[in-house]
């Protein structure tokens, strides 16, 4: 345990200013995210942004790729739920339909066999499979998000459930405590957002 605090400490000192604004939008994005606050996207696109640079800048190309689907999703959300066609109310907050969940499994396992044969055989990852998975999974809980379904938040956490002992395992211990915020945050925005349905 005194090794992570340690290792903790040493990342906390050596951390960037685009480093730390990156960190406190992707906390304000979910955050408003579990309001209902559509302001989640830009703030998720500007951290986003400064992590594609930064992960890119590191080598960690999978994960700049994630963040460019994040930046792509984002935009995506916001149309979805800004459009307002003939009078037409943003899209509510609702619970998956059938289409939906099959749109989102194949999201999670065809896109996690397809990041895994890449990671597989183009890069030097030790972690093919667990990395692969942790991508794929928050591709699909963010297509659920831009889809203002309820279970996104359940499709993060699982994500999540992954990425907290793999970003230790990798010696990331200030993005492993972020995961932590952000998987207690996912767990209220659920039943936040369940709340939000049933008032309707």
Known sequence: MHHWIELLSEQIRQTT???????VLGVTEVLLARKNNILLYPAGIISSGITI????????F????????????SFYGWIIWSRRK???????IAYASGK?????????FGGGIGIWLILKHFTPSTVPLWDAWV???AWAGT????????ENWVVLNVSNLFAIPLLFIKQLPLFALLTI????????GFFDWKKIYERK
């Not at 999978?62 to 999703?73: H, P, Q």
């Not at 003939?86 to 509510?92: H, L, T, W």
């Open 17 to 23: 200013f685009l480093e730390w604004l990156a960190v």
């Open 53 to 60: 640079m930064l992960f890119f800048k590191a080598g960690l």
């Open 62 to 73: 999978a994960d700049a790729g994630l963040n460019l689907y994040y930046v792509i999703i």
């Open 86 to 92: 003939a009078g037409e109310k943003p899209v509510k």
């Open 100 to 108: 939906e969940w099959l749109t989102t499994l194949l999201i999670a």
């Open 135 to 137: 991508t794929s999974s």
């Open 143 to 150: 297509y659920l998000l831009a889809r203002r379904r309820i």
């Open 181 to 188: 915020f952000l998987f207690i945050a996912a767990v209220f």
